[in-house]
Every structure is written in C-alpha cells, then in structure tokens.
C-alpha cells in the first residue's frame, strides 16, 4: 500500500449540516474497487464494485457495475435489480433508468421495478412520457399510468409535418429568429442579418423572411460570435480589433486581439478579454477599463480546446500571469492570491466555488482563502456535488479518476 504525504492547511469553517450529516453515499474506491462511504469517511457499502455511480438523485438507489454488468442497489447495499444490464442511465427527471440488453432498450422504474421490457430499438422521452421506437411504429408510453397510451404511425406524421400549403392560422403562434451571416465585397467583409417568422397552428407552419445588410462590407475579417442573440461582431481592420453589439460600434477599433465570453441567464455583468500593447487587461461593453493593461495572460474560465465556455465574475477572482509567475487579482486589480505560482486552471465548478490548480500540486478556494497540497503526481479535474456536499476529482498520474476528496481533506479513496 502506497504512502500518502498529505500537507493541509485550511482554516477551520463549517460546512453546515449537510456536510457532517451521516446519510449522504460519497463514491469511495478501495484499490480497484469502488463502494460508498459517508461525509467523514466511514464506509456505508463494501468497496467490491468494478464501478458506482457518483452521482445520487436522494432516491438511495446507486448504479453498480460488476464485470462488465450494471444493476442497481439501495443503501444497504441490497441488489433491487440483477447486475445483468449492458448500460444503465438514469433519467434526467430521476423517473427512472433507461437500460440497454442485447443492444436493445428497456426502461426501470424509480424503484426499480421492470416497466418496459428491453425489446426497442430507442427508448427516449420526457417528464411523464416516454416514446417507444421499434422498426415501424413509435409507442407512447405514461410512466404515471405504467402503460401505452397511444401508437403514432410515423410515415402519417412526417407527411403532416411537410404540409405548409394550406394554413389554418385561427389562434396562431409566432416566432422570430434572427442570424447573422457573413458578406463578401471583393476583398472586403462585411454582415448581412437574416431574419424568419415562423407563425403555426396545431397542424400547419408557414415561414417568412427577411435580409438586409447591417455591415457594409468594409472590414479586412468579422468574426461572429454564436449564441449573442442581439448581435455582438469583432471587426478588424488594419491588424486592430473591435465590436459591434446591437449593430453599433461599442468597442473601437484599436485592439490587438479580443476574445468574448459567452452570455447566458446566470451571467450579471459581461465582460472582454482584450489585448493592447502587448498586455492583456479586462473592459465592459462600454470600453470602460476593470483590469489594467500589465497581464501576460487572463484566464477567464474554463480553456479546454482554446474556448471560453463560461462567464466570469471578478468578484471572486481572476487567474492572470505576470512577470512568469500566476495570481488571483479582482476589481482594480486587488491581488487575491499572490503572484508565486507556476500555474493556475479553473475548473467547472459554479462562480461562488471557484477551485485552483497549482502545478498540480493544490487547490484554492475564495470562500477560504486558503488550500490544500496533494502529492505531486495527483491532479485535480474539477469538482463535483453530491447531495450538496462539494467534492474534488481527484485523477492519477494516467488521468483515470483515482477519488474524491473533501475541502476540507477528508479523502475518499485509498491506494
């Protein structure tokens, strides 16, 4: 059994009572094989599975794997199904667990119970109903009445779908959908904005459109930047960057580079990377400045594959770099963390639990100001929640998931 050099240094805090709490199942591996322990630790369900699904809906039944087979347990450790699945997946509305045998699917209950035998090509569906494909037919199935309620004759349905002749449009339905496209003018790019209305019924659609340039076509490249509804452009023109939003010039042209974030619902305030003189720094819409021009590099969330995929919020941080050594700096560029770190990566989590990679050696929170250090050969993958518990994935030196391990160094896992 391998040695164990853990170093931690956290602060004392509480996580409340969900995380003392004895009754939440937190994915625990012993050697190869995995079972389940509590918040502190302590072994609920013997490690002796090939696998165990991390991830609990508070129903306390878990999907097991055992030679190359799922099944399902509770948590006693109990068998409610036979380990004789090819793959298991439970419904995204926790309704129950689509199940794969034989290449064909089936559907389990909540409980467990067997609804629907594995004898479908594709089962997919719903809150309260599931559709049942086999080579002609598609059953639909009310998981609230445990049986078929209805058969759609497929090749029916497809030739109403293409029917936009005559249109019935008493009580209709509209909606309009706006892109924007690229236009070119001899060497010159510039927008054109295509817009349709889709207006239905219950039976029938009919469409129309409508194009009109928004850009003239002056721009040496334009790059547009997908899920900005209200059209957010980069220009560039004479080797500078800037930005259109809502077809007006908010950014100048001036900028060596700028890289967007995207919007979404849970992002308040907005934000661009941009690059001048050689220096990254951080400005809003309005081209005001939040973080000066002196950084090597900003991280501004998650960089797999070059692409932001995330929001930010400079309330709980910045990773930049300066000077070949990474920080943590927020509004007016107060330094949060220190500037003595080889590395620094964010991780998936939500913006109030931003974790940190220190050359695969650490973690660092915000909320505590503090970390942990792990064994140089561990890496972190992100983090991850059960049960409102916040845990750390954990991976070895060949990137498979070695365990958890809590913020405050409770590990679940043992070599």
């Not at 240094?9 to 050697?31: C, E, K, P, T, W």
């Not at 349905?157 to 924007?180: A, Q």
């Not at 340039?213 to 490249?221: A, K, N």
């Amino acid at each position: 059994m391998k040695n164990i050099l853990i170093v931690v240094f956290v602060l004392l805090f509480s996580f409340g009572n969900n995380l003392m709490a004895q009754d939440i199942f937190i994915a625990y591996r012993d050697g190869n094989l995995w079972g389940y322990a509590d918040t502190l630790g302590q072994i609920l369900i013997k490690p002796k599975y090939s696998s165990v699904s991390i991830y609990n809906d508070n129903s306390n039944i878990f999907i097991v794997e055992k030679e190359k087979q799922f099944g399902l347990i509770n948590q006693n450790g109990e068998l409610y199904t036979p380990i004789v699945y090819d793959k298991i997946r439970r419904a995204s509305n926790s309704r129950g667990f689509f199940t794969v045998k034989n290449k064909m699917d089936g559907f389990l209950a909540a409980n467990g119970d067997l609804l629907i035998n594995n004898e479908y090509k594709n089962i997919y569906g719903g809150s309260n109903t599931l559709y049942l494909e086999d080579d002609s037919l598609t059953f639909k199935y009310c998981l609230e009445k445990r049986q078929i309620i209805d058969t759609i004759a497929t090749e029916d349905e497809l030739e109403l779908e293409m029917d936009y002749e005559v249109c019935d449009l008493k009580y209709p339905s509209s909606h309009t959908y706006t892109n924007y496209e690229k236009i070119y003018r001899g060497n010159k790019i510039g927008i054109r904005k295509h817009r349709e209305t889709v207006v239905r019924n219950s039976k029938y659609m009919r469409k129309s459109t409508h194009n009109y340039d928004t850009l003239p076509g002056r721009y040496d490249d334009i790059l547009i930047v997908n899920g900005w509804n209200y059209g957010f452009v980069l220009v560039k023109k004479r080797n500078k960057w800037g930005a259109f939003v809502s077809d007006t010039l908010k950014i100048p042209i001036k900028y060596q580079e700028i890289v967007s974030v995207p919007i979404n619902s849970s992002c308040k305030t907005y934000y661009l990377k941009v690059k001048k003189d050689n220096k990254w720094g951080i400005i809003d819409f309005s081209n005001q400045k939040k973080l000066d021009f002196v950084y090597d590099e900003i991280c501004l969330g998650n960089l797999s594959n070059g692409n932001h995929t995330r929001c930010f919020d400079l309330r709980t941080g910045i990773a930049v770099k300066k000077k070949e050594k990474c920080g943590i700096v927020g509004f007016g560029d107060k330094v949060l963390l220190d500037f003595k770190y080889d590395s620094i990566v964010y991780n998936n989590s939500k913006p109030w639990n931003y974790y940190y990679l220190d050359d695969k050696k650490g973690i660092y929170s915000y909320q505590m100001n503090t970390g942990l250090i792990f064994k140089s050969n561990d890496k972190i993958s992100n983090t991850t929640k059960v049960d409102n518990v916040l845990l750390i994935k954990m991976l070895d030196e060949r990137d498979k998931l070695k365990g958890f391990v809590s913020p405050s160094g409770v590990f679940f896992y043992k070599d």
